[in-house]
């Protein structure tokens, strides 16, 4: 079990490092957004990027996933290289043909987020953007499942790099504010995708015609993309209303706050990309329930320390940064918005049922409940808390969510999660947590040692309470020995 755990780690510091320079792009141009972007158009930005992430999750169309899902079992019939070609040609297909379509309506999008038409033109770029970001889903994919991880980081790396020098130019040297912004994404993305059309998919395609090879993607996918609908309606439609109900400036500052936070939600799809593969892989083996089972709780355990961690000392880090005191009012919800991420985090490990039994349409159930709660949440806390209110409306809708999934698809694949030892990590965090956040001293370096401390402390006291088993404790202790030696042999040349 440990050694299917130690290789999915390893996957997730492979591809999870490719995942974060895919996505750490907003990241690294803090400093430069807080300097020359004002509080209330880094709220515009968070729109457009908004705008951005939906249609990156509607118009694949269920595609992208489709294509996860019977990667390895083309690959066992021989049929991937027909299965690919479909694909690819009607991801591009619709892609473009339905982009097409919405940029008729641009002004009409503008009016609905802005009141007016003035953000038309960014949302052509937005368009663009999208449609090439669709398209360097399936290769980046193609290289996570084929275990390609230096490529993958490379394509990812050389992608980031692009975005961010075309960034800096149309930004500082051409003074284009968000839309060099634009530009610069564009160009990285634009340019990458061209090279893995080049590279990765036309060496593995046949094009051979077989619309049964999409159909049976799309029957997969389609109702993940209808869900998405709602968690997309769940999971954005904070911005949306703080937008609506208060003003830009509060939008751009839950924008920040959230964007710091969803460094968190980085760690969890990094930890979710190097699962994947192993959860499909394992779908035939004899023990694969205890190894479901024993993933959930591994992960709650990993990410709970990580947001630990984080929260401790992520101010440390953004300080020298970001000194703009707008940008700062909203760190507040940084703690709400970490804990959402990490219960997110737990829908790869608790759809076991849906996703290997194709039950995917009963994501629609969840998840559209739960953006109802969100907005109807988001309408009395917004009001009654600011712009704090959303990410408590988030932490709340997302905790549902999560749990109507775990009880819908166990339904169809019982897996027996261990739910007293997960609720038992999550207090302790959440304990620990309060503990070093409270701490005040006035000097820095005992509050950063008593931080340690408790980091410290934290595994210990979950050993105390026998959360794991023996056999955990044994194979832990012989990789500390064997790493010891390592050590050692290494001091000794």
């Not at 957004?33 to 990027?49: S, T």
Request: net charge positive.
């Amino acid at each position: 079990m440990l050694d299917k755990v130690k290789k999915i780690g390893t996957n997730t510091v492979y591809y999870g490092l490719g995942n974060i320079l895919n996505k750490s792009l907003g990241f690294i141009l803090i400093p430069i957004y807080a300097r020359v972007i004002p509080i209330e158009q880094y709220g515009v930005l968070a729109i457009l990027e908004l705008i951005i992430l939906l249609l990156l999750a509607l118009l694949t169309f269920g595609i992208t996933s489709g294509h996860e899902r019977f990667f390895f079992l083309e690959k066992d019939k021989n049929e991937y290289s027909k299965f690919l070609f479909n694909n690819v040609f009607g991801l591009f297909f619709l892609s473009i043909a339905s982009l097409s379509i919405v940029s008729f309506f641009k002004p009409h999008i503008s009016v609905f987020f802005w009141g007016k038409i003035d953000y038309s033109h960014l949302i052509l770029l937005v368009l663009v953007i999208s449609f090439v970001e669709i398209n360097n889903l399936i290769p980046l994919q193609i290289l996570q499942y084929e275990g390609k991880p230096l490529k993958y980081i490379i394509t990812n790396l050389v992608r980031l790099l692009l975005s961010v020098l075309g960034t800096i130019y149309f930004v500082i040297s051409k003074k284009l504010g968000i839309e060099g912004i634009l530009y610069g994404r564009l160009i990285g993305s634009g340019l990458t995708m061209i090279f893995q059309l080049f590279n990765v998919i036309i060496p593995r395609i046949s094009i051979k015609f077989d619309f049964s090879k999409i159909s049976m993607t799309m029957r997969y996918g389609l109702p993940l993309t209808v869900s998405l609908i709602g968690y997309l309606i769940f999971s954005s439609s904070d911005r949306y209303m703080i937008n609506w109900l208060l003003d830009e400036r509060s939008t751009g500052m839950y924008g920040f706050g959230f964007k710091i936070a969803n460094i968190v939600m980085l760690m969890v799809q990094s930890i979710g990309i190097g699962y994947l593969p192993s959860m499909y892989r394992q779908e035939k083996q004899v023990d694969n329930v205890r190894f479901y089972r024993k993933m959930l709780f591994y992960y709650t355990f990993i990410m709970s320390y990580s947001v630990l961690f984080f929260l401790f000392f992520y101010k440390i880090l953004l300080w020298p940064l970001v000194q703009n005191k707008e940008y700062w009012s909203g760190i507040v919800i940084v703690p709400v918005m970490s804990l959402a991420f990490l219960i997110m985090g737990m829908n790869y490990f608790v759809n076991i049922g849906l996703t290997l039994k194709n039950k995917t349409r009963y994501y629609i159930i969840p998840t559209f409940f739960s953006a109802f709660v969100n907005i109807g949440l988001n309408l009395i806390f917004i009001k009654r808390f600011g712009f704090i209110g959303a990410a408590y409306s988030a932490l709340i809708s997302q905790s549902i969510n999560t749990l109507l999934i775990a009880v819908i698809a166990n339904r169809f694949m019982a897996i027996g999660f261990e739910w007293k030892k997960i609720f038992m990590v999550l207090i302790l965090v959440f304990i620990f947590f309060i503990i070093g956040a409270e701490v005040y001293t006035g000097s820095k370096i005992l509050v950063a040692i008593i931080r340690i401390s408790l980091l410290l402390l934290f595994p210990f006291v979950l050993y105390k309470l026998n959360l794991f088993e023996s056999i955990e404790i044994q194979r832990l202790k012989e990789g500390i020995f064997n790493l010891k030696s390592r050590i050692f042999s290494f001091l000794n040349l």
